[in-house]
C-alpha cells in the first residue's frame, strides 16, 4: 500500500484525483456480484411473492410427484416441501423420478419456477402421501405436495383438457367440495364409484382463477390406482326411485360451515338492492348484497358475509356494507382490450377506449356495443344505479363511429381459468362514464349509406324510364329467350343433379368421412332447390348444412330420416319465404336427400363398428392380437431411432378351462371382463393392455425407467387377482402366470419380444407347479 502511495505522488496533482474518481467508481461494480442460487426447496418455498418476482436462480434436487407432458404441468416435492415446475419443453418424466432442476423463481403459484434444465438423476418410490382435511387444502398447508383426502364422490365424468380426455371426480367432504383430476379417459374405471367413500392421493395443486387467486380445491391425480374405494356405495343411484319435478327441492339440505369474514376497500361500483364493488389497490371483490341503502362511490367501506366461488371467480354472499364516511377515489387504470380479457382486471375499476359500433336501449338497462383493435365488448348502465332506480334511461345518444372513453368495473362474460381471451363487458356508474373523445368521420357507414341509396334512387329513375320506352318493343323476343334458357338451363341442372347424386353414392362407398357426405348431399339439395338453404340435423344434435341465422318469417318444410329398420336417425330441412307457394318439386328434393343421407348414415355406422371389432376385443374392450402386433412394431420401429427401452408383459390365465367347466362359459365371460378391468387398474395411462387368446393377455409398458420398475408392474398385475371373484353368486379364487421381456435385451423384433416374454411366462408357470408338487410329495412322506 504504502509503494503504491508513493507511485502516485509521483503523479501530477490532475492525475491524483482522476485515479481517486476511478477508484471510488468501481467501488459499487465490485460490491455487485451474480445472485447466489437457491438449493433448497424450503427456501425457495420461503420466498414472497415480490421475492419471486426478482427471477432468482435455483438449482436443487427433489422427486417427479406429478407429471402431465402434453400440458407442462409439473410438481415435484422434497421432504415437507413441494412446488409446481413450468417446464421449457416437454421431458421425459414420470412420477418417482428425482431430478435436478434449473432455472429461476416466478410469482405466482405460491411460488412457481421457470425451469431451464430438467436432468433426470435416478428414480425411487414417491414420497409418503399426507392425510388431508379440506381446511388444510384451503389455507395451502400442504400446498402442491403429496396428499391423501377422504371424501364420497358425487360425480365422475370424462372431460376434455387441453384437447386430451382425462376423468373429473366432485369429491364431497363434510367442510366442502373437492375436484379431483385423475389421468385416465376409461369410462369402465369409473363404474360403482357414485356414492362411494373413497381414498384418492394427489398433488394439492388448487384452482386459481384469472388473478392467480385461489378459487376452488383441486387435486392432481396420476392413474385410478390411486383412487382407492374404502366403502361402496350403499345402493346403486340409478335404482333410486323417481322424484317428481316439482318435489325436487324435498331432497335439498345442505350444513354449511362457512365463516363470515370482513373486507375493506374503496367503493368503486354500487348496484342497490344487487352488488357493489370493493377495490383495495390491484385487489377487487364482487359483493353480494340485498342493501338498498345509498353508498357513495369513492369512499372506503367494510363489508361482511360469507366466502364464495360463483362461476370461477370469488364473491362475498349475503354482505352488509358499512360506509367509513372516508373519502378515498380509486383512479382507474387506463388498459387495452387484450389486457381486459386476460382477467387480471377482473372487478377493478378501468379505462378504455373504443368506438360506437351500435347502442341497445332496454328495459332495465342500456347497453353500447364498442370495438378496440377490432375486438367487439358491451358498456352497460342499468337503471337501478339511478337514484330511485325509476328506470328511465339517462344515457347519452352516441354516433355510431365515434370515439369514446369508456370507465367502469371490469366483469368476465364467459370466466376460464384456461383461456387467456375471455369475452368481457364494463360495467358504467354514472352517464358521464362513457365521453365522447372523437367524432365519427366524415366518410363513415351511415353518410355513405345515404349517398349510395340517393345514388340507387338516380340510376333507377333513369332505369325504369327507358325500361318502359323499350318494353314494348322486346317484350315478345325477351319471352322467347327466356323461354329457351329456361328449357336449357332446366336440362343443364337435371344433367348436374344426376353427376351429383353418382358422385354421392361414389363417395359413400369410399372412406370420406360422414360429416362431408351429408354437407355434400344437403348442397345437393339445395342446388335442386334453386338456392333454398338446406340443412340436416341428426338424433345425436350435430347439425350440418346451411341453416339461416333466424328462420323467422321463413316457411320450413322437413323430411324425417328413417333407417331401413324404421328408426329415426334425424331430419333433413329446407327454408323457403313464406310468400313463395309449395311445389311438388320441394317434397321430391326432400325425400332424395333423406334417403342419401340414411344410407351415408348407415354405411358409416356399419364401416365404424368394423374398424372397432378389427381393433378391440369385444368381450373385454382390450386391443386385440392384431392391434398389439401393430403397436408393437410401431414401438420397435421409434425406439430404434430414440434409443429407448420398453416392456412387454406376458399374463396367461390359470385353471380358466376349470372355471368354464364348473361354473359355465357366462361365468367364464364375466370372469374375462372382471380379469381385464383388474389388470388395467395396475397399468399407467400411456400403457395397453391387450387379449391375445382365449385365456392369455399381453400388457405394452412403452416407458420403462429400470427393471425394477417393470418387475412391480408386472407384480401388480399378478397380486391383482388375489382377491377372491364373486360372480352370479359364485365365489372363487383366481390366478395367472406372469412373464416379461425387455427390448432390446431380450429381443429386437415383435416376435422375438413375445417368445420371450412367453419363455418367461412358462417358467414361472412351471417354477409354481413345482414347487406345489414338492409341497405335495414333502407332505406325504411326512405322512407316512
Not at 362 to 379: C, I, P, R, T
Not at 636 to 662: A, H, M, P, R, W
Request: charged share 20%; glycine share 8%; aromatic share 6%.
Amino acid at each position: 500500500m504504502l509503494q503504491k502511495w508513493s507511485s502516485m505522488a509521483l503523479l501530477p496533482a490532475g492525475g491524483v484525483y482522476l485515479c481517486l474518481l476511478l477508484s471510488m467508481a468501481c467501488l459499487p461494480m465490485l460490491g455487485q456480484s451474480a445472485p447466489q442460487a437457491l438449493t433448497s426447496l424450503r427456501d425457495i418455498r420461503n420466498l414472497s411473492d415480490s421475492q419471486a418476482a426478482n427471477a432468482i436462480p435455483v438449482d436443487f434436487q427433489a422427486t417427479v410427484t406429478y407429471y402431465r407432458s402434453y400440458e407442462k404441468t409439473l410438481f415435484v416435492q422434497d421432504g415437507a416441501y413441494g412446488i409446481q415446475v413450468l417446464p421449457s419443453d416437454e421431458p421425459p418424466l414420470s412420477a418417482g423420478d428425482r431430478v435436478q432442476i434449473q432455472g429461476v423463481t416466478r410469482k405466482g403459484h405460491r411460488p412457481a419456477i421457470e425451469s431451464t434444465s430438467i436432468k433426470v438423476i435416478g428414480h425411487g418410490a414417491l414420497p409418503a402421501p399426507v392425510p388431508a382435511t379440506i381446511d388444510e387444502l384451503a389455507d395451502r398447508t400442504y400446498d402442491a405436495r403429496l396428499v391423501t383426502v377422504f371424501a364420497t364422490v358425487s360425480s365422475a365424468d370424462t372431460v376434455t383438457t387441453s384437447g386430451v380426455r382425462s376423468t373429473l371426480l366432485q369429491l364431497h367432504t363434510e367442510g366442502g367440495n373437492i375436484d379431483a383430476l385423475v389421468d385416465t379417459d376409461n369410462n369402465l374405471l369409473l363404474h360403482n364409484l357414485l356414492d362411494a367413500q373413497v381414498a384418492v392421493t394427489g398433488v394439492d395443486s388448487g384452482r386459481d382463477d384469472e388473478k392467480i387467486q385461489q378459487a376452488g380445491l383441486l387435486l392432481h391425480v396420476s392413474s385410478m390406482s390411486d383412487v382407492k374405494v374404502v366403502a361402496a356405495a350403499s345402493a346403486d343411484p340409478w335404482s333410486l326411485p323417481v322424484t317428481p319435478m316439482d318435489e325436487t327441492i324435498s331432497a335439498y339440505h345442505v350444513k354449511n360451515f362457512t365463516h363470515r369474514i370482513r373486507v375493506h376497500g374503496t367503493v368503486t361500483y354500487f348496484e342497490p338492492g344487487a352488488a357493489a364493488v370493493l377495490q383495495n389497490g390491484t385487489q377487487s371483490l364482487w359483493i353480494n348484497t340485498l342493501s338498498t341503502n345509498p353508498i357513495p362511490i369513492g369512499e372506503t367501506a367494510d363489508a361482511i358475509g360469507f366466502p364464495d366461488i360463483n362461476n370461477g371467480m370469488l364473491s362475498l354472499s349475503s354482505a352488509q356494507i358499512r360506509d367509513a364516511g372516508v373519502s378515498a377515489p380509486v383512479t382507474p387504470t387506463m388498459t387495452s382490450y387484450d389486457q381486459l380479457a386476460s382477467g387480471k382486471h377482473l372487478f377493478e375499476l378501468v379505462m378504455i377506449e373504443g368506438k360506437v359500433v351500435a347502442q341497445v336501449r332496454g328495459v332495465d338497462k342500456d347497453e353500447y356495443v364498442l370495438s378496440s383493435n377490432g375486438n367487439l365488448f358491451s358498456a352497460i348502465f342499468r337503471y337501478a344505479n339511478i337514484a330511485g332506480g325509476s328506470g328511465a334511461s339517462s344515457l347519452k345518444d352516441l354516433a355510431e363511429g365515434a370515439t369514446v372513453k369508456v370507465t367502469g368495473i371490469c366483469i368476465l362474460n364467459s370466466p376460464n381459468t384456461y383461456d387467456k381471451n375471455s369475452s368481457f363487458s364494463i360495467l358504467l356508474r354514472t352517464p358521464d362514464d362513457i365521453n365522447v373523445v372523437g367524432k365519427p368521420p366524415l366518410l363513415s357507414i351511415n353518410n355513405l349509406s345515404r349517398l349510395v341509396t340517393l345514388l340507387i334512387v338516380v340510376v333507377l329513375g333513369v332505369a325504369l324510364w327507358g325500361t318502359m320506352l323499350r318494353r314494348r318493343v322486346h317484350q315478345q323476343t325477351v319471352a322467347i329467350t327466356e323461354r329457351a334458357e329456361q328449357e336449357a338451363s332446366e336440362e343443364r341442372r337435371n344433367m348436374q343433379l344426376e353427376q351429383w347424386r353418382s358422385r354421392i353414392l361414389e363417395d359413400i362407398n369410399s372412406s370420406q368421412p360422414l360429416g362431408e357426405l351429408v354437407e355434400n348431399i344437403c348442397a345437393m339439395v339445395s342446388f335442386n332447390l334453386h338456392g333454398a338453404p338446406c340443412w340436416c340435423e341428426v338424433i345425436e344434435d350435430t347439425r350440418l348444412g346451411r341453416k339461416p341465422a333466424s328462420t323467422e318469417g321463413l316457411r320450413i318444410l322437413s323430411h324425417e330420416i328413417l333407417a331401413r329398420s324404421g328408426a329415426p336417425l334425424g331430419h333433413i330441412y329446407t327454408a323457403f319465404e313464406q310468400k313463395q307457394p309449395p311445389t311438388e318439386d320441394e317434397s321430391l328434393a326432400l325425400a332424395t336427400g333423406a334417403r342419401l343421407a340414411m344410407l351415408a348414415i348407415e354405411t358409416r355406422k356399419l364401416y365404424s363398428d368394423l374398424l372397432y371389432r378389427s381393433e378391440f376385443d369385444l368381450l373385454t374392450d382390450a386391443y386385440n392380437r392384431f392391434s398389439l402386433q401393430r403397436l408393437l412394431e410401431q414401438l420397435i420401429e421409434e425406439s430404434d431411432s430414440k434409443t429407448k427401452i420398453f416392456g412387454l408383459i406376458y399374463v396367461d390365465l390359470d385353471d380358466f378351462k376349470q372355471i368354464n367347466d364348473v361354473y359355465g362359459h357366462h361365468v367364464g365371460d364375466l370372469y374375462l371382463r372382471e380379469v381385464a378391468m383388474r389388470m388395467r387398474r395396475q397399468l399407467r395411462s400411456d400403457d395397453m393392455l391387450a387379449r391375445i387368446g382365449g385365456d392369455e393377455f399381453a400388457a405394452l409398458v412403452p416407458v420403462v425407467r429400470s427393471l425394477a420398475q417393470i418387475e412391480e408392474i408386472a407384480m401388480r398385475m399378478e397380486r391383482c387377482f388375489d382377491a377372491p371373484f364373486n360372480l352370479e353368486g359364485y365365489n372363487f379364487r383366481g390366478g395367472a402366470s406372469v412373464g416379461y421381456a425387455l427390448y432390446p435385451k431380450n429381443g429386437t423384433t415383435a416376435e422375438e419380444l413375445l417368445k420371450a416374454a412367453d419363455s418367461a411366462m412358462y417358467a414361472t408357470k412351471n417354477a409354481r407347479k413345482e414347487a406345489r408338487a414338492a409341497t405335495v410329495i414333502g407332505g406325504s412322506r411326512s405322512g407316512r
